[in-house]
């Protein structure tokens, strides 16, 4: 009998969207993102081998914390469109909403329905009431959404390798 871990990834849903546990044919998407100029503001870009890395991290996260990071899939054709999460990375201040989108979904709205359906998770589910997001200063549209999300900024946070994060209180 072959004894071993179990893990459960919860699939979220929402009116467009289906936010699963990432899958090795989702790995295309996620590098072409993470070799982006658009990744400066969270450590990249990236090599494939280290974007590998990242997207394991996707389900590792689950398995350490036990909560972490979706794919973001498109609900009609499961195209993958970005990566949301609840999570809290050892050098994080508090547990937090972040969210990527990958080029191709941008200007949609991606973002927010995606972040709105984890921050209920994790107020529902995980039955926190304290949770942030945390963006670089010149990020506009990480502001601009944190804002529409109704999150306040409320300090600044020092990261060893990111530098200053703006960090946005949700209420």
């Not at 990480?142 to 946070?157: F, P």
Request: glycine share 8%; with cysteine; charged share 25%.
């Amino acid at each position: 009998m072959m004894k071993g871990t179990h893990l459960t990834i919860p699939t979220l849903e929402t009116e467009r969207l289906i936010l699963r546990a990432p899958e090795s044919r989702d790995f295309g998407a996620y590098y072409e993102f993470l070799s982006s100029d658009r990744t400066a503001g969270i450590g990249g870009p990236h090599t494939r081998d280290r974007a590998f890395q990242e997207f394991c991290g996707l389900i590792g996260h689950w398995h350490i914390r036990g909560y972490g990071r979706w794919l973001v899939a498109d609900k009609d054709t499961d195209e993958a469109l970005g990566v949301v999460c609840v999570m809290c990375p050892e050098s994080w201040p508090e547990p937090e909403i972040a969210w990527s989108v990958f080029a191709r979904a941008e200007g949609r709205g991606i973002a927010c329905e995606a972040a709105t359906r984890s921050r209920q998770f994790a107020y529902e589910s995980l039955g926190w009431n304290r949770i942030v997001s945390c963006t670089k200063q010149d990020n506009e549209r990480s502001i601009a959404l944190a804002k529409r999300l109704g999150a306040v900024h409320e300090y600044s946070h020092d990261h060893p390798d990111l530098g200053v994060l703006q960090v946005w209180r949700h209420q």
